[in-house]
């Protein structure tokens, strides 16, 4: 248990639907962050959030739209994916953004979205 | 272009052995290591760290060495349990960056 919760763990959706990911973190972290894993490929960071402001967004398609309501809470939104997002899909959160040794990141456990 | 590369994509290992996982990277500005641990349907858990500034670091049974000039790094778990059969990710941070570059990680299996 990370401290960091995601729901749905699976979901399945048309490529006409639109769906949501939540992530929840327990940590009091200020930073929040979405990655995509696809198969055989790294982890890819989709975006970043630092106190509910997005601070980086890489070149991710429009059909992704993330939401971080407070420091606490993280939505991705889905509307017309395509079968190559199908992926696994992580939530992290740390304490803050730079790279030192109290910013290591926690991630969820993922939710695994297959797109039909 | 990956900048974080792990080019063994399996590892066994013996239980009570040596595992010796390793990375290699590319981008000289990276300045702060992570390995972390990745169980089937879990997401990946830290396991440890090094900065740039050192070239070891050592927690329990793990041990990370750093070598810059070769931009290197490896994991060393000693000695090796069942319970460490997973997929090991090395990422790395380069000062100022939000990013953090993951390796596509290397699967250990300890055989009991």
């Known amino acids: 248990e990370t401290g960091v919760t995601q729901t749905p763990r699976h979901l399945v959706m048309g490529m006409t639907n639109k769906k949501s990911l939540k992530c929840e973190q327990h940590l009091g972290h200020n930073a929040m962050y979405w990655y995509k894993q696809s198969a055989k490929k790294p982890l890819e960071l989709m975006f970043v959030?630092?106190?509910?402001?997005?601070?980086e967004n890489n070149s991710v398609p429009s059909r992704f739209s993330p939401e971080c309501p407070n420091s606490s809470h993280l939505f991705l939104h889905l509307h017309t994916l395509q079968p190559e997002d199908s992926a696994l899909y992580l939530c992290?959160?740390?304490?803050?953004?730079?790279?030192?040794?109290?910013?290591?990141?926690?991630f969820g456990p993922g939710t695994r979205l297959t797109v039909l | 272009d990956q900048q974080v590369k792990q080019n063994s994509p399996s590892l066994s290992v013996q239980e009570g052995r040596i595992s010796i996982l390793n990375c290699d990277y590319t981008?000289?500005?990276?300045?702060?290591f992570l390995w972390y641990k990745k169980y089937p349907a879990e997401g990946p858990t830290f396991l440890i760290s090094?900065?740039?500034?050192?070239d070891k670091n050592e927690d329990g049974r793990f041990t990370v060495f750093l070598n810059k000039s070769a931009k290197h790094l490896s994991l060393h778990i000693v000695p090796s349990q069942p319970g460490d059969s997973a997929v090991y990710f090395c990422?790395?941070?380069?000062?100022?960056?939000?990013?953090?570059?993951f390796g596509k990680g290397t699967k250990l299996s300890v055989i009991p």
């Open positions: 981008n000289s500005m990276f300045d702060y």
């Open positions: 090094i900065s740039s500034i050192k």
């Open positions: 992290a959160s740390s304490r803050g953004l730079a790279g030192e040794s109290y910013n290591e990141q926690f």
């Open positions: 959030y630092s106190l509910e402001e997005r601070v």
């Open positions: 990422a790395a941070w380069g000062a100022g960056s939000y990013q953090l570059t």
